[in-house]
Each structure stands twice: as C-alpha cells, then as structure tokens.
C-alpha cells in the first residue's frame, strides 16, 4: 500500500484562481516532506522542503502547509499562471532512511486560459 | 550545463537485450539516486550512491539490475536480459550531501525513458 496518498488526482482550474493539493501519509519515522512539480517528459523540481518542526513554507505562488500530528500537508497555490499546469507529488523521506523517498502518485493541474 | 545530465533519452530496444543508462550529476555532489517512473505510477527508489558507494540498494527490483558510479562522479544503471516491464522512465538525481535524514533538495534530470518490445 502505497504510503503517501494524493487528492484530488486531477483538477482543472482557470488562470488566476487559487487551488489546494492535499497530501496524506503513513510514512513513519518522518523526516522531511518535498512538494515537487513535474512538467510533462521533464524531471521533477523541488518546491519545498519542510521538516518535522515546520508548520508552513512559501516558494513565490506556492505555499506548503504541515500537520505532522495528523500527517497531512497540502499545497496552495495563489493566482494560477498557465505554467503552472503541471503533476504536483507529494513527497516524504522516511528518516534514517539515507534520504530515500516515498512519492505520492501526484495531482495533475490544468490551467485554463 | 549546471544541471543533472542523462543519456540517452529514449531508448528502444528488443526483449532480452542488455542496456545501460548513463548518468552526469551535478558538479560536487557526492549522493546520487536512481528512480523509476512507470506509467500511471509514482516514482519509485532504486538505489542510493554516497561517494562511489551504495548504502542503499534496497529499491534494485531484481539481480538483473545493477549500478555503479566511478570517480565520485559519473553513474551507470544496467538491466541485463530487459523484460517488457521494465519498460518505464528511468530519473537520476544529485544532491550536495546525502546521509541519513538528509534535508538536501534531490536535482533531477530529464530521464531515460526506455521501451523494451
């Protein structure tokens, strides 16, 4: 079972409009969570990096959110651009883990004109 | 280039056939990863270079699969006898510092997306 789980797996949103990626884990012992975004045949790109003691981390239009009590995160992002079209993946380091990382299967985002 | 190189970037080869992937980190990173990305699926860790050694091989699926890197720098991922599922993308990444419970943002390349028939 996979241990980091995404919703919604797709939405489609106009340009200029705000939108909220959620992301649940199990990954246990947590070290760290990465939001990164994937464009289409490229590699993913780091957005944030937020530890254990991190409730919130800003990256220009895109804000991550934590509750490592609940295990939720989430991903905000303001004033939508039609770059911002994209797979967005939730990702959690499993500590002692030698940095491996668990990936969620990630939220594709449509942004309309 | 300053980011993480790979080649080729696609790949077709023929059930059976051996193939290998290259990888070019960036300049002065000592960790480097590979992952695998099948369709429809998450990304999934296959192994974990600190320097020219492998702390963590735990993620190569099968004996089929192995890598190296020389030189701290340069690394190559083979499949030998290639089967149909491993048809997938093939990501590298770098980052400044590995070790365990490393904050250190992973630098992806592009990929090796390769297609065994």
């Known amino acids: 079972k996979n241990q980091v789980e995404q919703s919604p797996q797709s939405l489609i949103i106009l340009e200029g409009k705000n939108c909220t990626l959620q992301?649940?884990?199990?990954?246990?012992?947590?070290?760290?969570l990465r939001w990164y975004k994937q464009d289409t045949g490229r590699g993913p790109v780091s957005l944030t990096i937020m530890t254990f003691s991190e409730n919130t981390k800003s990256n220009g239009r895109y804000t991550a959110t934590l509750d490592a009590d609940t295990k939720q995160s989430s991903l905000h992002i303001t004033a939508s651009q039609l770059s911002d079209s994209a797979s967005y993946i939730c990702?959690?380091?499993?500590?002692?883990?030698?940095?491996?990382?668990?990936f969620g299967a990630g939220t594709q985002v449509v942004v309309t004109p | 280039g300053a980011g993480v190189s790979q080649s080729p970037s696609n790949k077709v080869t023929e059930k059976g056939k051996d193939v290998e992937l290259r990888c070019d980190p960036i300049?002065?990173?000592?960790?480097l990863y590979w992952y695998r990305q099948s369709l429809g699926q998450g990304l999934e860790f296959l192994i974990y270079?600190?320097?020219?050694?492998?702390?963590?091989k735990s993620g190569l699926p099968s004996d089929r699969f192995s890598a190296e890197r020389t030189g701290g720098s340069v690394s190559t991922l083979t499949i030998q006898r290639t089967q149909q599922e491993d048809s997938a993308v093939y990501l590298c990444?770098?980052?400044?510092?590995?070790?365990?419970?490393?904050?250190?943002?992973?630098?992806f390349g592009d990929g090796t997306r390769l297609s065994i028939l």
């Open positions: 300049s002065g990173h000592t960790a």
């Open positions: 992301c649940n884990y199990t990954v246990s012992p947590f070290s760290n």
């Open positions: 990702v959690v380091s499993e500590a002692d883990s030698w940095g491996k990382l668990q």
């Open positions: 990444a770098s980052s400044i510092t590995g070790g365990r419970d490393s904050n250190q943002p992973q630098h």
């Open positions: 270079f600190q320097g020219n050694s492998a702390p963590d």
